[in-house]
């Protein structure tokens, strides 16, 4: 059976400040880190070689369960290309901001959660993100609700669901220019 190319395609495909960061984010890491001696070999091919990998780590206890380590290093990987690149777009501040959100609601803390919703709702209606301000709006309807229960009434729910079909309109709409132009571009 032939080898995967998968994790030599991804380790290939690395900037050189991407792999500095993957090294040094895994240097943090106590212990010893067989998929750090596997990356620095993957790295150093040129034509992905599967079997001479396990001939370089045949002394190696872990070469027994390769594929494993492989796919535990293919996971370590993207998980530092998603930290490296968390900053980069506004997808992906909106995506960090609703999990803060998350662990703020989780925790009970209801004020400072309220404090990210509507920061971040800002960014989403600046930026034209109606998926984000859609589901941010599912957000502060929750906070409404514990807001009534801890019997504070300083905002009407009716506002936010007029404001929901608001945002349900536009994804409507959105949707309906995507569908035109996937039409357009498969006649021609």
């Known amino acids: 059976m032939k080898a995967?190319?998968?994790?030599?395609?991804?380790?290939?495909?690395?900037?050189?400040?991407?792999?500095?960061f993957f090294k040094l984010t895994s240097s943090l890491q106590s212990g010893e880190k067989n998929y750090l001696k596997i990356f620095d070999h993957i790295e150093k091919q040129k034509v992905y070689d599967e079997d001479l990998l396990k001939h370089e780590f045949r002394n190696e206890t872990f070469v027994k369960h390769f594929p494993s380590e492989k796919n535990h290093l293919y996971k370590l990987i993207l998980k530092s290309l998603r930290s490296f690149h968390s900053d980069k777009t506004i997808s992906s501040?909106?995506?960090q901001e609703v999990k803060n959100i998350e662990i703020l609601y989780r925790k009970a803390l209801f004020a400072e959660c309220n404090?990210?919703?509507t920061r971040a709702k800002k960014q989403a209606i600046m930026h034209e993100k109606f998926y984000y301000w859609f589901e941010l709006l599912g957000w502060e309807k929750l906070l409404l609700e514990?807001?009534?229960e801890a019997g504070k009434f300083d905002r009407n729910l009716d506002e936010l669901i007029i404001e929901e079909q608001e945002v349900i309109n536009k994804l409507r709409n959105l949707a309906?220019?995507?569908?035109l132009y996937s039409r357009i571009?498969?006649?021609?």
């Open 4 to 20: 995967s190319t998968e994790l030599f395609d991804l380790v290939q495909s690395l900037t050189k400040s991407e792999k500095r």
């Open 115 to 117: 404090k990210f919703v």
């Open 146 to 148: 514990e807001a009534y």
């Open 185 to 188: 571009n498969y006649l021609y």
């Open 93 to 95: 501040i909106l995506k």
């Open 176 to 179: 309906e220019y995507q569908m």
